[in-house]
């Protein structure tokens, strides 16, 4: 899927409308020098929940949960370019509260350009307030399945490919049911999980080549829940660092002690929302470089 961006720029007066936007063309034109072959991607503190930001080359956009409230609107700010009135895809990876309730907002502050969602269901009012969103905006919704290509930049082939679900999950618990995928620019990949279960990653595990799961970067599944991150999934996809989101002094006890260790015997380095903040990377397409949030 290609999505064209919409951008909404809007002058106060004649002189500083021209003024604002002479600087604007400048600053853009110069950060486009400088930046137009890199991979943003942005591991969002919003408390106990998932929001990642990324954003490709050719400046698309693509947000993977949105948190439990409006904080992610508090940490796109620095982040989006100064104007963008619009992000591409929103991606919600399960219909828990802690990975959607945030893109109420976004939906009334931008243009979307799709929502992508796994096929399971939550019964919330709340969730029932996104899907009407949706729905009043006339916004494109797709269920996720295996193969589905999500190309961010076909000029620099930055694309999100799902690895699962491979099936209908739509009477599966929510947290078994997460997309899964890997996001590839280059020589670079991240896995990402949701909050999927050590059953969900022993269906990526078998349904897929050791290349294809291999990642540079770990999403943690379920912020650090014993319920995922298993040994073998661990090993397979050998990452360098490990991403887990996660609120300070979280009632769930997250991360747990289990997937500290089981990250520990494969000498993956962790960053954590948590005592970092929000952890941003780069990629030129040929390594990460750790921006923000780095031990």
Known sequence: MDYARMKKYIPFTLIAGLLVLTLFIFSQAFAGEKNNTILTVAFLDIGQGDSIYIEAPNGRQMIIDGGRDSSIMRELGPLMPWGDASIDILM??????????????????????????????????????????????????????????????????????????????????????????????????????????????????????????????LKVGHHGSRTSSADAFVAAVAPEYAVISDGKNNSYGHPHQETLDTLARHNVQVLRTDQLGTIVFESDGNSFSCMAGCK
């Open 92 to 217: 919600v990876t399960n219909p828990d509260l802690d990975h959607y309730a945030g893109f109420l907002d976004v939906l009334k502050q931008f243009h979307v350009g799709a929502v992508i969602e796994p096929g399971t269901h939550s019964s919330t009012k709340t969730y029932a307030s996104l899907e009407r969103s949706i729905a009043e905006k006339k916004v494109p919704e797709l269920l996720a399945r295996k193969g589905m290509q999500i190309m961010l930049d076909r000029e620099h082939d930055v694309e999100f490919d799902v690895l699962f679900p491979d099936r209908d999950v739509s009477t599966w618990n929510s947290n078994d049911g997460s997309i899964e995928g890997v996001l590839i620019y280059g020589k670079t990949k991240i896995m990402f999980t949701g909050d999927g279960t050590q059953k969900t990653e022993g269906i990526v595990l078998a349904n897929n080549a050791p290349d294809v799961v291999k990642s540079d970067i």
